[in-house]
């Protein structure tokens, strides 16, 4: 059974879950390497940048 049909066999509610739980996974790796990596979180938190335009374009093209 191919990827593709996999999918098409999951509900919303399924994709949605494996996607929080991915993506929290991820994000528990990042830290984890952060702590290990970084002297300061100020040092590992200074990569990241969030654009808010893009945030709130992306929210009300959602409504």
Known sequence: M???DIIKNLTDREIKKS???SN???LFIAL???LFLFSSWH???ALFHWDLKI?????????
């Open 2 to 4: 191919s990827q593709s």
């Open 19 to 21: 996607l929080i739980l």
């Open 24 to 26: 929290g996974l991820f």
């Open 32 to 34: 984890g390497v952060g």
């Open 43 to 45: 040092q590992w938190f």
């Open 55 to 63: 945030s709130c374009i992306m929210v009300y093209c959602q409504e």
